[in-house]
């Protein structure tokens, strides 16, 4: 019998906020990453005063 504390699992987040989302797609600063979500490029969310954008957009975009 196989113990908990033995299973690997890789979960992917469903969403990440803005700063978190500039340091994985590599940008300097979050205009990039704000002006991505305002063209269309990225989805995003407002959930009460942070910006919450799709973890799977930014892989999206990210692979073309």
């Given at each position: 019998m196989a113990s908990v504390t033995n299973i690997k699992?890789?979960?992917e987040p469903?969403?990440?906020n803005v700063a978190d989302t500039t340091k994985v797609m590599g940008?300097?600063?979050?205009k990039s990453v704000y002006n991505l979500i305002r063209?269309?490029?990225l989805k995003a969310r407002k959930s009460g005063r942070i910006i919450l954008v799709s973890?799977?957009?930014i892989k999206k975009y990210v692979e073309g």
């Open positions: 699992t890789n979960y469903v969403s990440l940008f300097k600063d979050t063209k269309g490029k973890y799977a957009s």
